[in-house]
């Protein structure tokens, strides 16, 4: 039935295959290729696997969590394993990368603001020899991955060895009045309009000076609560307090005026750089507010003073990335409960939402729910099945590759068999060029390696396969059953088919017929070109 629907919504559009195929070998090409139309957008909305999906990782730095492995390796070293890491995240099936650039106040790159991040060589401020940004950003656009630069906006550390052991050009040295310490813990305090103007313009900087593709925030606004302790904001509040409600109220409009702020900043320098956030998983119980979710645990509402609601009403946000890290059916917070609440939450906002997946949690002692190897796939056969979650970042890197290794190879089974690509940037005006000079040659091995030559403003491509007698169906192009591959913008592009099953050479008839492979550019928008000139498998390579 769906199919008949998709059908019928594109019946206008039905030769955008047929007008976009190539001519056999010797041939005139057909004069519709070089009219070579977009894929009808209804084909994606009605796709019974939509193409676009976030499935992202957060690569985490402080206390060298994920990378480096420790403090003090050589620059080849740091980049064997950074390249290690993006290789398992393309392995995995995943298309975006959350790299860890701001831990502690500090830098994972060049910085003339704030000084290197100590968990690179093992003093901060000690220069590791190239430029871990640059590199990452290069590696991961090679794989065809994309890379969101992670910001913590407020930490500074934790006292030994961080507070003990800042840089002289630190933040919180150069402006002490800056610090508040909490517990065991060093914060830069959102009460002052300087820290925000200051963490803005850190942001600013890495997005003008690199190449990202997003801005990521995590949970630390203001600090987790610790029992008797309290945040000594004393001064800021009576400074700049103002006619706020309370100071709960005031915390909060200074969280929201350093999100609206990046934004705004993010939108005017580079619009396709999306920004979002991935916050506590509970905003407001339903005990605390009417409209809050019935849960039981800690609010970020009050607790980090984090309105994310608010961020996502008023459009401070691209995405947003609530960390639900409890199993379904968990009674204090349970994921059956939450994941449909924060979707009902964006419904129909333009903001995005992805589900924070607790990969560490796999194989956790004394917790039944997360044992078995489908410990993973069962959070996302729940959450997968509402329209409004658009995909998933798991933390964290290490943990997909360790105790959550099998749970990971069970997940790309059940869900991510098929790659996707990445969600789209709101903005941008056109689409890139239709690919030219396609080619697919089948090896000696039965791969079939596709080639074609590089498109101009391509940021990476998508590789297609369809069978003979879908080769007229207008949507075949518009979900994920015919996408093979995402390929990052190489200066000779191309990708290898290790799934064509013997079919497809141009002598020979296979099960469906011969397949035909297209490919489309993706802009730095993610807006996808039209599919150009389709090719047969050619002869065998000699």
């Known amino acids: 039935m769906r199919r008949l629907l998709r059908w019928a919504a594109t019946a206008a559009v039905l030769p955008v295959l047929a007008a976009c195929t190539g001519a056999p070998d010797g041939a005139e090409p057909d004069a519709g290729a070089a009219d070579a139309r977009p894929i009808p957008a209804e084909c994606e909305d009605t796709a019974d696997l939509p193409k676009r999906q976030m499935r992202g990782v957060w690569l985490t730095t402080v206390r060298n969590i994920d990378w480096p492995s420790e403090p003090g390796l050589d620059a080849q070293e740091q980049k064997d394993e950074l390249r290690a890491r993006l290789d398992d995240a393309r392995e995995l099936g995943l298309n975006a990368v959350f790299f860890h650039v701001r831990p502690t106040a ?7 603001k704030e000084p290197w991040a100590r968990y690179l060589t093992g003093d901060q401020g000690g220069d590791p020899g190239y430029d871990p940004l640059e590199f990452a950003v290069e590696e991961a656009h090679a794989r065809g991955l994309e890379l969101h630069a992670w910001f913590n906006p407020y930490r500074v550390g934790w006292d030994d060895p961080d ?7 630190h933040p919180a040295v150069e402006h002490p009045d800056w610090l508040v310490e909490y517990d065991d813990q060093g914060w830069l305090d959102p009460g002052l309009p300087e820290v925000r103007e200051w963490v803005t313009g850190v942001v600013m900087d890495v997005v003008g000076r690199y190449d990202v593709d997003g801005v990521h925030f995590d949970d630390y606004f203001y600090p987790y609560p610790a029992d008797g302790e309290e945040f000594d904001d004393d001064a800021s509040w009576k400074e700049h307090g103002g006619d706020a409600e309370d100071r709960g109220a005031w915390r909060r409009s200074n969280v929201d005026a350093l999100i609206a702020d990046v934004h705004t900043a993010i ?15 509970i905003w407001r119980n339903a005990d605390s507010a009417d409209d809050g979710s019935d849960t039981k645990g800690l609010e970020s509402y009050s ?14 946000v691209d995405y947003i990335v609530p960390q639900l890290y409890w199993e379904r059916g968990f009674s204090t917070a349970d994921y059956e409960v939450l994941a449909p609440w924060w979707a009902e939450e964006v419904r129909g906002t333009g903001v995005d939402l992805y589900i924070g997946q607790a990969a560490y949690r796999v194989g956790e002692d004394g917790e039944k729910a997360w044992k078995g190897e489908d410990a993973l796939a069962r959070q996302l056969d729940y959450s997968g099945d509402l329209p409004e979650v658009g995909g998933d970042v798991f933390f964290s890197m290490q943990d997909m590759r360790g105790g959550a290794e099998e749970a990971m190879k069970r997940l790309q089974e059940d869900h ?10 709101q903005g941008g005006e056109g689409r890139p060029d239709p690919v030219e000079g396609l080619r697919a040659v089948r090896g000696d091995d039965g791969d079939v390696r596709v080639s074609w ?20 169906d207008p949507c075949a192009l518009g979900g994920r059953e015919s996408l093979v591959g995402v390929v990052g913008a190489l200066d000779e592009p191309s990708f290898t088919d290790t799934g064509a099953d013997g079919k497809g050479d141009a002598d020979e008839e296979g099960d469906g017929g011969r397949p035909r492979y297209f490919v489309t550019a993706l802009d730095r928008y993610r807006t996808e070109g039209a599919p150009g000139e389709g090719t047969e498998v050619g002869p065998r390579a000699d």
């Open 416 to 425: 991510y068999a098929l790659p996707a690509l990445p969600p789209k940037a």
């Open 267 to 281: 939108g005017e320098s580079k619009p396709w750089v999306r920004f979002g956030v991935s916050p506590f998983g």
């Open 453 to 472: 030559d590089p498109a101009e403003g391509a940021r990476s491509y998508a590789v297609y396969r369809v069978s003979e007698e879908e080769a007229d």
């Open 163 to 169: 507070l003990e052991g800042l840089a002289d050009d």
């Open 106 to 112: 500090d830098a994972v790159y060049a910085s003339d």
């Open 303 to 316: 607790a980090q003073y984090a309105d994310t609601r608010a961020w996502i009403r008023e459009g401070s």
